[in-house]
């Protein structure tokens, strides 16, 4: 999956959370019938609401929500829903940005927008990598359109991986003449969706360096966490292949001494 597909679930998913915080009826409507189906009550409990000595800081007791579908829809529903939206919104921002600035080699910029506006776009990503692209890059991705332009249309529905195919597969012998836009796309496939692979690999350090295993050296340290980490391929390694390799090895260097 890439930026752009990620970008768009994402969009999804948050226009579906914001619809569903104002369908408070419906939502309860479906729960209580599936709680029908469970043999559980669905209805809210109400319970007395008890009295306790007001503090100078608190509300006052008519103040406060008696009903228990009030509570729960104020308390639980609107809190639910609204942290999902800030946490979709605020966590996935720099990857929308990323997505933003590969936009003048999507497909569907590079076949409706005009000559200013890709130029505009393709600027935007120069100025973001300035280290891998050049000065040319805008006229180059100019060029790349005007070349390519109808086999693009040919493909329905196609992606950038779709394009990129296009270029440096079926087209390789005009590469060199826009090494620029073939890195463009090298660099857009190869950024990853998510990150958690780093973050996992943080969590396994402290499974793997324990205080038992202070004096670890760093060359161990880094072996084991490979393993740990990508444990379904180590699984899958034919052990007597290493241990014979290993062994070789090691009969190597004492003929050696």
Same mark, same amino acid.
């Given at each position: 999956m890439d930026l752009f597909n990620a970008t768009t679930l994402l969009e999804t998913a948050l226009t579906s959370i914001k619809q569903s915080r104002g369908a408070f009826e419906e939502t309860k409507a479906a729960a209580q019938a599936l709680a029908k189906d469970w043999g559980t009550d669905g209805n809210f409990k109400q319970k007395r609401a008890s009295r306790k000595k007001r503090m100078f800081d608190e509300l006052s007791e008519d103040m406060r929500l008696t009903d228990a579908e009030q509570h729960f829809k104020t308390s639980?529903?609107?809190?639910?829903?609204?942290?999902?939206?800030?946490?979709?919104?605020?966590?996935?921002?720099?990857?929308?940005? $990323?997505?933003?600035? !590969? /936009?003048?080699?999507?497909? *569907?910029?590079?076949?409706?927008?005009?000559?200013?506006?890709?130029?505009?776009?393709?600027?935007?990503?120069?100025?973001?990598?300035?280290?891998?692209?050049?000065?040319? !890059?805008?006229?180059?991705?100019?060029? !790349?359109?005007?070349?390519? *332009?109808?086999?693009?249309? =040919?493909?329905?529905?196609?992606?950038? *991986?779709? $394009?990129?195919?296009?270029?440096i597969v079926k087209n390789s012998s005009i590469t060199t003449s826009i090494p620029d836009v073939v890195t463009?796309? =090298?660099?857009?496939?190869?950024?990853?969706?998510? $990150?958690? #692979?780093?973050? /996992?690999?943080? #969590?396994k350090l402290k499974l793997i360096k324990s205080y038992l295993r202070s004096t670890m050296s760093q060359d161990r340290l880094s072996g084991l966490s490979i393993l740990s980490?990508?444990?379904?391929?180590?699984? *899958? $390694?034919?052990?007597?292949?290493i241990v014979k390799t290993f062994a070789e090895q090691n009969a190597r260097r004492r003929e050696r001494f």
């Open positions: 639980v529903y609107y809190a639910c829903i609204d942290i999902a939206i800030m946490q979709l919104t605020q966590r996935f921002e720099g990857m929308k940005s $990323v997505a933003n600035r !590969f /936009r003048c080699i999507h497909p *569907k910029v590079l076949l409706t927008k005009s000559d200013d506006e890709l130029f505009k776009h393709a600027q935007i990503l120069y100025n973001a990598y300035e280290r891998d692209l050049s000065d040319d !890059f805008a006229q180059q991705l100019l060029s !790349f359109r005007a070349i390519l *332009k109808f086999e693009i249309e =040919k493909v329905p529905s196609a992606t950038i *991986k779709d $394009v990129a195919e296009i270029l463009a796309f =090298k660099i857009f496939l190869t950024l990853p969706v998510t $990150v958690a #692979s780093a973050e /996992r690999s943080f #969590s980490i990508e444990n379904e391929r180590a699984r *899958k $390694v034919d052990l007597s292949n």
